[in-house]
């Protein structure tokens, strides 16, 4: 099972908005809405931010959202702040042997 | 306050024996699967296996099954990962997470361990 695919880094402005792809396939995250997304900062464990595509696990802020459509997920965060500054994992349920796929990272650097 | 204790760095040589442990709190040990996952520079997250602590129901990955034992011991709250002979390619750092789905297609890792570094020299 290939890990799914996310853009190496993506960069934003204090403020703006950026959004980051995971793609897989239609046997991972085309088929259930059990996608969810880690933010892991240096050093340190990662963290779920949103989990079932969409749903923000208590505590997380409103910037951070998620969607999907066919095989590929998207996190995006909103207002960007220094602090997001951060990599990012997608991880999506599996129908094959290896059941949790994650995604290949996206390192957000704040500009 | 949920939380996840690891055990502490080790570094080892290649052909050694290593059981490494992660220690659950704050929450019904025994009721929530706990997985392992791997975190190299180059392969980035690869999730290893699971664990179900009530009565220690295990699922590995292909990529892991026969390579590493996943145990875990209710009675302390305590999962453990072990290897009989490491590699230098075991060389990463390894954490614990608990796993949050109300199915096992869920997928959600809600609560992580502070991870332990494992060095294999040659």
């Known amino acids: 099972q290939s890990a799914l695919t996310q853009p190496a880094s993506v960069s934003g402005s204090p403020g703006q908005s950026i959004t980051i792809s995971c793609t897989g396939i239609?046997?991972?995250?085309?088929?259930?809405?059990?996608v969810s997304w880690y933010q892991q900062h240096p050093g340190k464990a990662p963290k779920l931010i949103i989990y079932?595509?969409?749903n923000r696990p208590s505590g997380i802020s409103s910037r951070f959202s998620g969607s999907k459509s066919g095989n590929t997920a998207s996190l995006t965060i909103s207002g960007l702040q220094t602090e997001d500054e951060a990599d990012y994992y997608c991880?999506?349920?599996?129908?094959?042997?290896?059941?949790?796929?994650f995604g290949t990272g996206t390192k957000v650097t704040v500009l | 306050e949920v939380q996840l204790e690891q055990s502490g760095a080790e570094v080892k040589k290649a052909g050694e024996s290593l059981k490494i442990s992660c220690k659950g709190s704050?929450?019904?040990?025994?009721?929530?699967?706990i997985a392992w996952v791997r975190q190299t520079p180059g392969k980035g997250l690869e999730w290893m296996g699971i664990?179900?602590?009530?009565?220690?129901?295990?699922k590995y990955s292909p990529s892991f099954q026969g390579q590493v034992t996943i145990s875990a011991d209710k009675s302390i709250n305590t999962a453990y990962l072990q290897w009989t002979s490491l590699k230098a390619s075991d060389s990463a750092m390894y954490y614990c997470?608990?796993?949050?789905?109300?199915?096992?297609?869920?997928?959600?890792?809600?609560?992580w361990g502070q991870g332990t570094l494992i060095t294999v020299s040659s």
């Open positions: 991880n999506s349920y599996a129908t094959n042997s290896n059941p949790y796929v």
């Open positions: 239609s046997s991972d995250v085309g088929v259930y809405n059990f």
């Open positions: 079932d595509v969409t």
């Open positions: 704050g929450y019904g040990f025994y009721g929530y699967w």
């Open positions: 664990i179900y602590p009530d009565d220690s129901a295990t």
């Open positions: 997470a608990r796993y949050g789905g109300p199915t096992l297609e869920a997928v959600r890792f809600d609560y």
